[in-house]
């Protein structure tokens, strides 16, 4: 828990420029702003938009933010040193640069000798003088300077007094951030906190003969400190303060990242769910809550806190990737609950079993209904969606006996909560029958020489008495189906008209049965505001498949049912 004395430390969201790195992910200009503007809701102080002049899109984005700046973020342009052999102010990638219009501008240069001799292709004097022209034209130019030391732990390794020539060539021309990167993955904790605690030392020690403060100490007001740290103008400049750059090759950024702090570190750079090139970069849906919640640190408030689950969710579906389930914090399975003994204790006491308060963090608790479960899973489960059951009564143990026959014959109520909820309302009687479908049936035509191929769905369905008789085609049978059944229903129920179905999964849980096997397939539908799942179990795909398409729409009836129900009741 952070007070109003805990250490402030900076965190610097990646995202938009590293994160995007990662394969498969593409964003739009309109992605950026979205999740640019979720990560300045959700307090983040540096946000990282791209690297202007690399592309029409960044050059565009930044000029949007130009019209229509962020609330309290500070958004910051990336590039790179000068070329060697020339200068800072005939460099025409600069000139992008302070177009883009940032108050804050991140520089990347070399810290290790290999890197300068064969990749840059130039002498080691020349990489110092491209570090210093670069920072000391922008800064002429009244931008404000973070130095990302590339490769610097490698370097460091590599050449120690070398890299550290850089991180002094960069604080000599006035960079107020130096940001020690471990661009290949590759560092330990243990090495990350003894070159971090070196580095602290050092420029400490340049500090102080200086003349200046030696901010990186910790001796620096707060409240100068806050001012200086956030871009706003103070009268004094203390001397750099040491930041953190991680990726996860060796699955340690995160670990990393933290022994920085702990080893003197006050700026933290990640991206939301660690995406990120190759293995991604330091995950700061893990790192904020782990540095907040257990380190004493302040980085955003309790209150921001509490979004970032959301703000997890909201950047994987901006970039249509799908959530990691069981990401630590965020992630759905994060505080779920599967075996018997283990929900019986945490519904006496959370901390048998939960390292947090899910809420902290905008997470729920969840009781994961599955074959293991016990009658203590099915009577918190139940309660977790309003249904009050009664252990003394036979409704609880028929559900936990359905629910664990079912399951033997191959559904799986774990991911599909939604099924598993009409399964309790049948067990007790009052589910609601919003339509019966009487039968369907699809027919595929298969055209030889054609990629695609067309589908034919007719359903019998009945509403309140009245069948209704509807056909429908698709791109596929399910598609088809689900498109009929829509257009027999909506008539009845407009609200269908708002769903979506957003996944479609196909399990084939007995393969060594080869075409006969029997399948499950479990659909995700939602409303634009809710996400549910059902299931279905066949040797027929059709047959799984319309189960559960079905109860994704009845389950979207009745959620609309009950909203409708509680307005009426708050009215």
Same mark, same amino acid.
């Given at each position: 828990?952070?007070?109003?004395?805990?250490?402030?430390?900076?965190?610097?969201?990646?995202?938009?420029?590293?994160?995007?790195?990662?394969?498969?992910?593409? &964003?739009?200009?309109?992605?950026?702003?979205?999740?640019?503007?979720?990560?300045?809701?959700l307090?983040?102080?540096f946000?990282?938009?791209?690297?202007?002049?690399a592309?029409?899109?960044?050059?565009?984005?930044?000029?949007q933010?130009?019209?229509?700046?962020?609330?309290?973020?500070?958004?910051?342009?990336?590039?790179?040193?000068?070329?060697?052999?020339?200068?800072?102010?005939?460099?025409?990638?600069?000139?992008?640069?302070?177009?883009? +219009?940032?108050?804050?501008?991140?520089?990347?240069?070399?810290?290790?000798?290999?890197q300068?001799? #064969?990749?840059? %292709?130039?002498?080691?004097?020349?990489?110092?003088?491209?570090?210093?022209?670069?920072?000391?034209?922008?800064?002429?130019?009244?931008?404000?300077?973070?130095?990302?030391?590339?490769?610097?732990?490698?370097?460091?390794?590599?050449?120690?007094?070398?890299a550290?020539?850089?991180?002094?060539?960069?604080?000599?021309?006035?960079?107020?951030?130096?940001?020690?990167?471990?661009t290949?993955?590759?560092?330990?904790?243990h090495?990350?906190? =003894?070159?971090?605690?070196?580095?602290?030392?050092?420029?400490?020690?340049?500090?102080?003969?200086?003349?200046?403060?030696? *901010?990186?100490?910790?001796?620096?007001?707060?409240k100068?400190?806050?001012?200086?740290?956030?871009?706003?103008e103070?009268? =004094?400049?203390?001397?750099?303060?040491?930041?953190?750059? #991680?990726?996860?090759?060796?699955?340690?950024?995160?670990?990393?990242?933290?022994?920085?702090?702990?080893a +003197?570190?006050?700026?933290?750079q990640?991206?939301?769910?660690?995406?990120?090139?190759r293995?991604?970069?330091?995950?700061?849906?893990?790192?904020?809550?782990?540095?907040?919640? %257990?380190?004493?640190?302040?980085?955003?408030?309790?209150?921001?806190?509490?979004?970032?689950?959301?703000?997890?969710?909201?950047?994987?579906?901006? @970039?249509?990737?799908?959530?990691?389930?069981?990401?630590?914090?965020?992630g759905?399975?994060?505080?779920?609950?599967?075996?018997?003994?283990?929900?019986?204790?945490?519904?006496?006491?959370?901390?048998?079993?939960?390292?947090?308060?899910?809420?902290?963090?905008?997470?729920?608790?969840?009781? &994961?209904?599955?074959?293991?479960?016990?009658?203590?899973?099915?009577?918190?489960?139940?309660?977790?969606?309003g249904?009050?059951?009664?252990?003394q009564?036979?409704?609880?143990?028929?559900?936990?006996?359905?629910? %664990?026959?079912?399951?033997?014959? +191959?559904?799986?109520?774990?991911? *599909?909560?939604?099924?598993?909820?009409?399964?309790?309302?049948?067990?007790?009687?009052?589910?609601?029958?919003?339509?019966?479908?009487?039968?369907?049936? @699809?027919?595929?035509?298969?055209?030889?020489?054609?990629?695609?191929?067309?589908?034919?769905?007719? &359903?019998?369905?009945?509403?309140?008495?009245?069948?209704?008789?509807?056909?429908?085609?698709?791109?596929?049978?399910?598609?088809?189906?689900?498109?009929?059944?829509?257009?027999?229903?909506?008539?009845?129920?407009?609200?269908?008209a708002?769903?979506?179905?957003?996944?479609?999964?196909?399990?084939?849980?007995?393969?060594?049965?080869?075409? *006969?096997?029997?399948?499950?397939?479990?659909?995700?539908?939602?409303?634009?505001?809710q996400?549910?799942?059902?299931?279905? @179990?066949?040797?027929?795909?059709?047959?799984?498949?319309?189960?559960?398409?079905?109860?994704?729409?009845?389950?979207?009836?009745?959620?609309?049912?009950?909203?409708?129900?509680?307005? %009426? &009741?708050?009215?």
């Amino acid at each position: 828990m952070t007070t109003n004395s805990s250490p402030q430390l900076w965190i610097y969201d990646t995202t938009l420029r590293d994160g995007t790195q990662r394969e498969g992910l593409s &964003v739009s200009i309109e992605d950026k702003l979205r999740i640019a503007r979720r990560l300045d809701q959700l307090g983040i102080p540096f946000i990282e938009g791209g690297w202007p002049g690399a592309n029409p899109k960044d050059v565009q984005f930044f000029w949007q933010l130009q019209e229509d700046p962020l609330k309290q973020a500070e958004i910051v342009a990336f590039c790179s040193t000068r070329r060697p052999n020339s200068t800072a102010a005939t460099e025409p990638m600069l000139q992008d640069i302070l177009a883009a +219009g940032t108050r804050w501008v991140t520089i990347f240069g070399k810290s290790w000798d290999l890197q300068v001799t #064969t990749g840059l %292709k130039t002498t080691l004097e020349e990489n110092l003088a491209m570090i210093r022209d670069t920072i000391e034209y922008l800064r002429s130019q009244g931008r404000r300077i973070i130095y990302d030391a590339e490769h610097w732990f490698d370097g460091y390794k590599h050449n120690r007094d070398y890299a550290l020539q850089t991180l002094e060539a960069a604080i000599a021309s006035g960079a107020e951030w130096l940001v020690l990167c471990d661009t290949n993955g590759g560092t330990l904790p243990h090495e990350i906190s =003894q070159i971090v605690q070196d580095v602290v030392k050092v420029t400490g020690e340049w500090g102080m003969g200086h003349g200046g403060a030696s *901010a990186l100490g910790g001796s620096a007001d707060l409240k100068q400190l806050a001012s200086w740290g956030m871009g706003k103008e103070s009268t =004094q400049s203390p001397m750099p303060q040491i930041g953190i750059h #991680t990726h996860n090759d060796s699955e340690m950024a995160v670990a990393n990242a933290i022994a920085a702090v702990m080893a +003197g570190a006050k700026m933290v750079q990640g991206t939301i769910n660690g995406y990120g090139e190759r293995c991604g970069n330091a995950n700061l849906c893990s790192l904020i809550p782990n540095l907040q919640l %257990k380190a004493g640190y302040s980085c955003i408030t309790e209150d921001q806190l509490t979004q970032l689950t959301e703000a997890s969710r909201f950047v994987s579906e901006v @970039v249509n990737l799908a959530p990691d389930e069981h990401a630590p914090f965020v992630g759905r399975s994060a505080f779920a609950h599967k075996g018997g003994i283990h929900v019986s204790a945490v519904e006496r006491n959370p901390l048998t079993y939960e390292h947090i308060q899910p809420e902290q963090v905008g997470n729920r608790r969840r009781i &994961v209904i599955s074959e293991q479960s016990g009658l203590s899973n099915v009577l918190a489960k139940a309660r977790s969606f309003g249904i009050e059951l009664d252990q003394q009564k036979a409704e609880a143990r028929e559900i936990l006996q359905r629910l %664990k026959d079912l399951e033997s014959e +191959g559904f799986q109520f774990e991911a *599909a909560e939604a099924s598993f909820v009409l399964l309790m309302h049948e067990a007790l009687g009052d589910r609601r029958k919003f339509f019966e479908v009487k039968g369907f049936q @699809v027919h595929c035509d298969l055209i030889e020489g054609k990629e695609t191929s067309n589908a034919l769905a007719t &359903v019998k369905v009945a509403v309140d008495g009245k069948n209704i008789l509807e056909a429908a085609e698709g791109n596929g049978p399910v598609a088809a189906l689900d498109a009929a059944l829509r257009k027999a229903l909506v008539n009845f129920y407009p609200q269908i008209a708002t769903f979506d179905l957003t996944d479609y999964k196909v399990r084939i849980l007995n393969g060594h049965t080869g075409t *006969a096997a029997k399948t499950r397939v479990l659909v995700e539908s939602g409303n634009g505001r809710q996400r549910w799942t059902t299931v279905g @179990v066949s040797t027929n795909i059709l047959a799984a498949s319309y189960q559960a398409v079905v109860e994704g729409l009845e389950y979207g009836l009745l959620l609309h049912s009950q909203a409708e129900a509680a307005l %009426k &009741v708050s009215s």
